[in-house]
């Protein structure tokens, strides 16, 4: 019941940002926003997920884990269901709380993993990422075809029924399951130390800028590809769609291919070079012949699926127990997510200037690229940090 409730939540995560993207040439007419102020709507979450992710850690501690997962869905059932209401002001900053609630879910369902499923956390990684894509691509390809016969507001506050029924299933399991009621206070000086040491970890840094190039090209094609397809091969928007959805459904297959590798020795290593080629292959395709944007689309879904199972993955993989993957994973995402943040906004901000998608592309395919050098080094057989009673060797990987 509460595996069920993880991939439910996950589902939750990412499906309020992407129902954006297909149509967000339609919002930007009718609230008159300009190119830049469209890519800041899709940054501000995941700048959320950056700048909020030490303060969702510790919200965890405070409340719960349980608890707090609890109100992240149902903050993001409220944000998507009150956000299309009134004007600009009240749609930027319900997705400010939108971003804020999924942070909670990004940093804490790891934990939930590290502490529920640590036997076979490769595989339920992967799982819950599954859903994760699957939540983002459903809100992809089924937002256009909805507002085309209802209007955009109808066709992103659907979503929040999503967000209410995962509340009620976790609520039930979590019941059934007993909260954790883990406390800042309650931790001795020295675990502190230990997960401080995280931050001085050339293998947690390492995980954390695969996270970033993986989120920082992943959130900037989300919220860009319809719109580069509606310029360079005048598709309608519910083609552009159909392309959005492709490119996020195809992940699910990464997905389940890097879960059933990430946990064999050294493979990390080959993964983090595979997914680097596949991004590699979709930006430069669009960059050189976009009239073949069906299949970049593939190659950069499979490419998306299977780098954001990576890191997640590399997250529990690398850190020695869960204390350590709370951490990993808070630093990870502040880390991470703060380049992923940027993206969409600089995207937005270079085709303001220069009307074209040349140089965009050209930046992400450097950033992509980076996922080759730093996967090489997060991908080595090795752990981050020291069990809570064994506090020799702070910082040390072992």
Not at 156 to 163: H, Y
């Amino acid at each position: 019941m509460l595996l069920v409730a993880v991939l439910v939540v996950s589902m939750n995560l990412r499906g309020a940002i992407t129902a954006v993207g297909p149509v967000l040439p339609e919002i930007s007419a009718d609230l008159g926003l300009s190119g830049t102020s469209a890519g800041l709507l899709t940054a501000l979450p995941v700048l959320c997920f950056a700048l909020l992710a030490p303060a969702s850690g510790w919200f965890g501690k405070r409340v719960g884990v349980d608890r707090a997962i609890l109100l992240s869905c149902l903050v993001i059932g409220a944000g998507t269901a009150l956000r299309v209401f009134d004007g600009a002001p009240l749609l930027f900053a319900a997705t400010f709380f939108i971003g804020a609630a999924m942070t909670v879910g990004n940093v804490l369902i790891p934990v939930v993993v590290k502490r529920d499923f640590a036997h076979r956390a490769g595989s339920v990684t992967g799982m819950y990422t599954a859903a994760l894509i699957v939540g983002a691509a459903s809100a992809a390809g089924l937002t256009a075809p909805i507002s085309a016969a209802t209007s955009w507001r109808f066709g992103l506050a659907i979503w929040a029924v999503l967000a209410f029924a995962a509340a009620i299933v976790w609520y039930s399991a979590t019941r059934r399951h007993g909260t954790s009621t883990a406390r800042l206070e309650d931790e001795p000086p020295d675990l502190r130390a230990v997960r401080r040491a995280v931050w001085r970890s050339p293998v947690a840094w390492s995980v954390a800028l695969v996270l970033g190039a993986q989120a920082a090209a992943y959130y900037a094609v989300t919220a860009w590809l319809p719109t580069l397809l509606v310029d360079e091969v005048d598709a309608s928007l519910q083609t552009a769609g159909f392309g959005m959805s492709i490119f996020q459904f195809v992940g699910l297959v990464g997905t389940f291919a890097v879960a059933s590798l990430a946990t064999v020795r050294d493979q990390q290593v080959w993964l983090g070079i595979i997914v680097a080629g596949l991004w590699l292959i979709m930006l430069g395709g669009l960059l050189a012949a976009p009239q073949w944007w069906l299949v970049w689309s593939v190659a950069g879904g499979l490419g998306q699926g299977m780098g954001i199972t990576l890191a997640l993955t590399l997250v529990a993989l690398r850190s020695r127990d869960a204390d350590i993957a709370h951490d990993m994973s808070a630093m990870a995402q502040l880390v991470g997510y703060t380049a992923a943040a940027v993206a969409p906004f600089v995207v937005g901000a270079l085709y303001d200037a220069t009307g074209a998608w040349q140089t965009p592309l050209v930046i992400l395919t450097v950033i992509t690229g980076s996922i080759a050098i730093f996967g090489t080094i997060a991908g080595r057989n090795t752990t981050v940090g020291v069990s809570a009673p064994d506090y020799q060797g702070l910082g040390r990987s072992s």
